[in-house]
């Protein structure tokens, strides 16, 4: 199995290689997604992803490749002020 480091979040991370930003944000949130990135338990998610500073649309996770070197930046919504 080919691996991958990226920078995740400001961090170096290894994923495998072939790995989606849809694999990349289920493991993060720990929760399974569907190919259009909703939550398999239909649950609400507020989880936004930008791979070299240009936001994915959620649909298009899926189809994202993640290559070695890139940054990527998950970002989820918190409650609060």
């Given at each position: 199995m ?14 495998a ?65």
């Amino acid at each position: 199995m080919t691996v991958h480091t990226v920078r995740l979040n400001g961090s170096d991370h290894e994923i495998a290689g072939g790995s989606t930003l849809l694999d990349l944000v289920a493991a993060l949130v720990g929760h399974e997604l569907r190919p259009d990135g909703s939550r398999a338990d239909s649950g609400r998610l507020g989880v936004a992803a930008a791979v070299g500073g240009a936001v994915v649309p959620r649909g298009r996770w899926g189809s994202r490749r993640i290559a070695a070197g890139e940054e990527i930046e998950i970002v989820t919504a918190v409650q609060g002020g």
